[in-house]
């Protein structure tokens, strides 16, 4: 199993709903409890430099400006997963949502990515 995998992409309407997924495989903690992990999602929009917009750790939940108040990032370790709930979507949403470790590279290896969900808003 891959060490990261994304889900729950999708073509959705401008303003409408969609909650991404992704799963830590167990073999690719190296032995620590997914809880331990301060974990992010980032996105790659065309043309555009991959970009952080939200984390979560024991200290709290972190957004950037262009999701704040729309978007929600939770986990449930028990399952080593981590959600994105995205709400009000804009067509700037439009990318591709990958899940990682924040800062980037502490579960599958340093220049490790997923091969991330794509994310569609149209009007």
């Known amino acids: 199993q891959a060490p990261l995998v994304e889900s729950g992409g999708g073509v959705v309407q401008t303003g409408g709903s969609l909650n991404l997924s992704c799963v830590a495989s167990h073999y690719s903690l190296g032995g620590a409890a997914f809880s331990a992990y301060d974990m992010g999602w980032y996105r790659r929009a065309p043309g555009k430099e991959r970009e952080f917009i939200a984390n979560i750790n024991s200290g709290g939940k972190y957004y950037s400006d262009s999701v704040k108040g729309r978007f929600t990032i939770s986990r449930d370790n028990s399952r080593n997963m981590l959600f994105l709930q995205m709400n009000a979507l804009k067509l700037e949403d439009t990318a591709v949502y990958y899940c990682?470790?924040?800062?980037?590279?502490?579960?599958?290896?340093?220049?490790?990515w997923g091969q991330g969900t794509q994310v569609t808003v149209s009007s």
């Open positions: 990682n470790t924040n800062p980037p590279g502490r579960i599958g290896g340093r220049n490790y």
